[in-house]
């Protein structure tokens, strides 16, 4: 298995060595693993994020360890990249040099408030989760049009303090999950939720499925920003992709995407067929 969303301690707000990332994945029997830093440009979160002038170093680091654990596990190269408009033609000048294997895109901000941080507690708890959502999904929509990415970062990630958004909302989710599918990009299945108040994945079961209805492609993704959260709550989150229809998850190299078969078990084909039923 893979897990395609691991931080550095170059973003400023994790732990560990990239080497301990990558043998705690090697422990965890994954096939792959994807480094997948902050690159934030966004005046209010530069500082939980590495420098433009550190992304070569970052680059050549993953490369290194890629060709180090050749024998034992793919390494792959990526960049979450948060959006922010002012910003955008930046980002693309950044990252022009490099080869990356992935560019996934994530909404952190909006106007100067970070959604996902506890110490904007008291700016976003002034807002309506309603007009969060909303807000939020303008600017998921403008990054989805504006900006040349591959997977779609904690799809649902306004719901991370426990607070959800009007069931109104499901259905305006639908548009943004037709643009996502017609673009060709792959939503990730964030599993960091079951440590944050939302306690469920990123995206929910319901959004899942409709991406599955949109045919939509899905990645894994650990979120890790210490070396232990490698690979977390996976089982959890392979019984509801394979409950929810999909068979496969994908990975990518130089931004192409290819499968990687989910295994189904006997057990597992008959916990499907009974509605997940041990």
């Known amino acids: 298995m893979i897990d395609y969303h691991v931080h550095t301690s170059l973003c400023n707000h994790a732990n560990g060595t990239m080497d301990q990332y990558i043998?705690?994945?090697i422990a965890a029997g994954l096939t792959e693993i994807c480094f997948l830093d902050h690159l934030t440009l966004?005046?209010?979160?530069?500082?939980?994020?590495?420098?433009?002038?550190?992304v070569p170093f970052y680059y050549q680091s993953v490369?290194?360890?890629?060709h180090t654990y050749r024998n034992h596990i793919r390494v792959k190269a990526g960049l979450e990249i948060d959006y922010d408009p002012k910003n955008a033609h930046n980002v693309k000048k950044i990252i022009a040099p490099f080869d990356f294997d992935v560019i996934g895109g994530s909404v952190h901000f909006i106007d100067r408030v970070n959604i996902v941080s506890s110490k904007d507690t008291e700016a976003r708890e002034?807002?309506?989760?309603?007009t969060i959502c909303e807000n939020?999904?303008?600017?998921?929509?403008?990054?989805i049009e504006n900006m040349d990415i591959d997977i779609i970062c904690h799809l649902d990630i306004f719901k991370k303090f426990g607070r959800r958004p009007s069931a109104e909302f499901e259905k305006k989710f639908d548009e943004i999950l037709s643009k996502i599918s017609y673009k060709g990009l792959t939503v990730e299945l964030n599993t960091s939720g079951y440590n944050h108040k939302a306690n469920e994945f990123y995206p929910a079961a319901s959004l899942l499925k409709k991406c599955h209805e949109k045919d939509i492609r899905m990645t894994l993704g650990s979120d890790a920003h210490q070396p232990h959260q490698v690979a977390r709550h996976f089982d959890k989150a392979i019984d509801l992709l394979l409950k929810t229809g999909f068979r496969h998850v994908s990975a990518f190299t130089h931004r192409k995407p290819y499968d990687i078969p989910l295994k189904i078990s006997n057990h597992e084909i008959l916990k499907i067929q009974n509605g997940g039923a041990s």
């Not at 490369?63 to 890629?66: G, H």
């Not at 939020?136 to 990054?143: F, G, I, S, T, V």
């Open 63 to 66: 490369r290194q360890l890629a």
């Open 23 to 25: 043998q705690n994945a």
């Open 42 to 54: 966004h005046e209010s979160g530069k500082h939980l994020s590495m420098t433009p002038e550190y």
């Open 126 to 130: 002034n807002e309506s989760i309603d």
């Open 136 to 143: 939020y999904l303008l600017l998921l929509d403008k990054m």
